[in-house]
């Protein structure tokens, strides 16, 4: 008879306990309730992972799969630059920015709205900040930004995180579509979800 053990599991410095069945793989897939925060899988597998919020609920920040700028004429209305930085550390925190250019858009501003995911083990890029949507006039008239910020657990790992940004132009049908930059941080977040 095999007896299952608890294992005490260094992420970044904090220690977790981990039941015995977080150790065990199904398939070579980890549970939601077992996952913990790493490093996003290379070759394009970590654009196939899923989106959840703070609830483990699934959504779809990305749902027209544009990434890193790479805008596309929209079908209806206008079409925004949208403009994410790289998710950063700026002691505590994880933070990200977003800002935006008119593109084919003729508003003099727009919303905009970044939300920051970390990435865990079971295949899931999970929010954990977001911004107010804050009306700003296009980068190229000013600098300002939205600014999504999270309090880092521990900065002792390397974790995937994406910062994605949603730009809504005032007055006009924009393109419903979101861009996100990802970056690997020092910035573990291991507690709750906010």
């Keep these: ?17 981990v039941p015995a069945a977080a150790q065990a793989r199904v398939d070579g897939v980890v549970s939601y309730a ?12 970590a654009d196939q ?5 703070e609830n483990g609920r699934e959504i ?13 004429p929209s079908a209806i209305g206008c079409t925004p630059v949208t403009l994410p930085d790289d998710p950063h550390w700026s002691s505590p925190d994880v933070s990200g920015h977003g ?6 858009c003729t508003g003099a501003t727009a919303h905009v709205t970044n939300c920051l995911y970390e990435y865990y083990t079971d295949g899931t890029w ?3 900040a977001c911004s107010d949507s ?19 657990d521990s900065t002792g790992a390397l974790i995937s995180w994406r910062n994605q940004v ?28 906010q």
Excluded: F
């Design 99 to 104: 800002q935006w250019n008119k593109g084919d």
């Design 166 to 193: 949603d730009v809504d132009v005032d007055g006009q049908v924009d393109s419903s579509g979101t861009e996100y930059h990802q970056a690997s941080v020092y910035c573990v977040v291991t507690g709750a979800d």
């Design 126 to 128: 999970r929010r954990k």
């Design 34 to 45: 077992d996952a913990v925060p790493g490093l996003a899988p290379a070759g394009g597998l």
């Design 60 to 72: 779809d920040p990305a749902a027209n799969r544009r990434h890193d700028g790479g805008n596309t």
């Design 49 to 53: 992972a899923r989106y959840v919020d």
């Design 134 to 152: 804050t009306q700003l006039k296009p980068k190229s008239e000013s600098n300002n930004r939205s600014t999504a910020r999270r309090t880092c």
């Design 1 to 17: 008879m095999r007896v299952a053990v608890a294992a005490v599991v260094a992420v970044g410095g904090v220690s977790l306990t």
